[in-house]
């Protein structure tokens, strides 16, 4: 049983344009949400996050939504820039049942064309 | 600060052989954690510590062993390789309000 879903494999964006990438969820205990980018060969990188106590979050370019009643959340980067362009994995974990536990989705493939 | 180390990178082992994977980490972090990632299946908690001395099952923790003696190294031990067990491997640390930073990974080829 798959608790967090990023039902989109791939997105292909243009230099410039926003990326969206979703995720979805279904245990009820998740109360904290992060992204993680990874580069071929290389371990995943910590890219934001957001508790759930909020819905959304900024750094920079990039922006996490949080939408608990739909148990949906999405990354936005605006603007996408070549080497944004890597697999992008949605975790979760629940702060309150030990919290360092992530539960991770099957990953998007971002391709930023020129 | 190396941040999280893996040993080795990559390594073939045929049915049956055992093996260790190597994790260090040189941040002080409480929590550590051993992952594998397999195509389409995203990442899986295999075993992870909360502490020298502490460890505990994660999601797939079937065919490997874990111990945590010291707070800096946090191996993962295969007693009886599978092909199963063919996939990519990271382990991660962090203390307990921050998130958790990830090893390079072991590429691991069971024959």
């Known amino acids: 049983d798959q608790q967090v879903k990023q039902n989109s494999p791939s997105l292909s964006v243009q230099e410039g344009r926003i990326s969206i990438l979703n995720c979805d969820y279904t245990n009820s205990m998740f109360d904290y949400f992060l992204w993680y980018k990874k580069y071929p060969a290389e371990g995943p990188t910590f890219l934001i996050s957001i508790s759930s106590i909020k819905d959304k979050n900024e750094d920079g370019r990039f922006t996490v939504f949080l939408n608990k009643s739909a148990k949906h959340l999405s990354l936005h980067i605006v603007p996408s820039q070549p080497g944004d362009s890597a697999v992008y994995f949605c975790?979760?974990?629940?702060?309150?049942?030990?919290?360092?536990?992530?539960?991770f989705g099957t990953g998007t493939q971002l391709k930023v064309e020129l | 600060n190396a941040g999280v180390t893996q040993t080795p990178k990559f390594q073939v082992l045929k049915t049956g052989q055992s093996m260790t994977l190597q994790c260090a980490q040189d941040m002080n972090h409480e929590y550590m954690s051993w992952y594998r990632q397999d195509p389409g299946m995203g990442l899986r908690l295999i075993h992870y510590s909360v502490g020298a001395g502490i460890t505990d099952q994660g999601e797939v923790p079937n065919g490997y062993n874990v111990s945590r003696s010291t707070t800096e190294d946090f191996p993962l031990r295969l007693l009886s390789a599978a092909p199963s067990q063919t996939s990519v491997y990271f382990c991660?640390?962090?203390?307990?309000?921050?998130?958790?930073?990830f090893g390079p990974g072991t590429r691991l080829l069971v024959l």
């Open positions: 991660a640390s962090s203390s307990a309000s921050e998130t958790q930073y």
């Open positions: 975790a979760a974990s629940s702060l309150t049942g030990g919290g360092n536990k992530l539960t």
